[in-house]
């Protein structure tokens, strides 16, 4: 009460009401949404996944010369996805910000619907277009990566029968 009393002379009422009305809303949204604990929390989990991409360009760029250093790496991927959906799962709907993901909602279902060239969000789209970005086709990549398994997989047993 007393900043209301000192303020009558100096403030005209229009511009304390707006005043007023602004510092209700802006201590409202700070009440319920607590913007500085989500983004503490937000910067957390994002730093976890970082994490998870650092072990997993460890494991993609590691050598895989032979079936040993493939089933590590199998088994090292497998790991790391146990570890990502464990993280995934555990986290709480209090991570998500359900206001931003709303406007994302509207802004992608509206101004950007017919736009989505210039973004590659769509996944049909980065599907329908990844032969062109790679330059093989989806068969041919897969046909390519049995020959070397076979030809890893053949290459080790003519080493390991001539180490007889």
Partial sequence: MSGQATTNNLIPQNI???ISITTLLLST????FKPHAQM???IEIMKTWYEF???FEKIYYSGCNDTDDF???LKEYT???IEINKTKNGESPETQNFITDLINFIVMNSCLKNKSDWLAVDKELIDKNKEKLIGISKD????DIEKNLKAIIENN???NENNK
């Fill in 53 to 55: 991409g650092n072990q």
């Fill in 16 to 18: 304390y009401i707006n």
């Fill in 79 to 81: 790991d790391l996805y």
């Fill in 157 to 159: 047993e003519n080493n």
């Fill in 140 to 143: 041919d990549l897969k046909d």
């Fill in 40 to 42: 503490t929390q937000n």
């Fill in 29 to 32: 949204l700070n009440t319920f």
């Fill in 71 to 73: 089933k590590r790496r």
